[in-house]
């Protein structure tokens, strides 16, 4: 089923430690979103990307980065975790203008991060 | 940039009564408004969406309308349920567009 994956959907880590969150679509989708959210508060976009070897920083500033070398995955890292990182984060997927593409943006179940 | 203003931040209603919930958005070349649902723990899902060549759209309980001139666009729930409790966001996007904005968000409750 095509559908927006995420891993792992709950972290607790110790202050300092390098962490990657996992996002992978099978929706054929090139457009894909990193955003940063506390429960059922403001969506914040941390980050985007067009395409293959595009990413661009969002509206949020974060001290995260990514990367785009395969169209369905998109990994979110964090160099050195601190406590004000913890939070929830959403990874999203939408099509590009083409035929058939509806412009709805997809989000997948999102990761819950803590940092002790 | 383009900003989308939504209201209220908080609405709470009785079951059965009806919920409003407003947005206004800032770039006339917006032309793609949809509404999402995220209940408690879950990821933000679609509801109903509107296209600016479209002034209603009606989906059993939910219904949208959108005023272009104005730039106001709104979501109406009709005898709304205990399980419509959540956080509904508006947004709008541009054609051709990378970035869809959101509004920050209506906590609705609905007592029963």
């Known amino acids: 089923e095509a559908d927006i994956y995420q891993t792992p959907r709950y972290l607790v880590i110790g202050t300092g430690k390098k962490i990657t969150l996992e996002c992978s679509q099978t929706?054929?989708?090139?457009?894909m979103y990193w955003y940063q959210q506390d429960p059922g508060m403001e969506l914040h976009l941390i980050h985007y990307?067009?395409?293959?070897?595009?990413?661009e920083k969002g509206d949020l500033s974060s001290e995260s980065t990514v990367s785009r070398i395969r169209t369905e995955h998109f990994p979110l890292t964090l160099e050195s975790a601190r406590p004000s990182h913890t939070s929830q984060y959403l990874c999203?997927?939408?099509?590009?203008?083409?035929?058939?593409?509806?412009?709805?943006?997809?989000f997948g179940p999102g990761t819950r991060l803590t940092v002790l | 940039g383009e900003n989308v203003e939504q209201h209220p931040s908080t609405l709470s209603v009785q079951e059965g009564d009806s919920a409003v919930i407003k947005c206004t958005y800032s770039?006339?070349?917006?032309?793609?408004f949809p509404w999402y649902k995220q209940e408690l723990g879950k990821r933000p899902q679609l509801i109903i969406d509107?296209?600016?060549?479209?002034g209603e759209k009606k989906d059993q309980r939910i219904a949208v309308t959108l005023n272009k001139t104005a730039k106001h666009f709104s979501l109406h729930i009709t005898e709304t349920q205990p399980e419509d409790s959540a956080v509904y966001f508006c947004?709008?996007?541009?054609?051709?567009?990378?970035?869809?904005?959101f509004g920050a968000g209506t906590r609705l409750f609905v007592k029963a």
């Open positions: 999203a997927s939408r099509c590009l203008d083409r035929v058939g593409c509806t412009d709805t943006q997809y």
């Open positions: 929706m054929g989708h090139d457009k």
């Open positions: 990307s067009y395409g293959v070897n595009s990413t």
């Open positions: 770039d006339s070349a917006s032309n793609y």
């Open positions: 509107i296209r600016s060549n479209v």
């Open positions: 947004a709008a996007s541009i054609p051709g567009g990378f970035k869809t904005i």
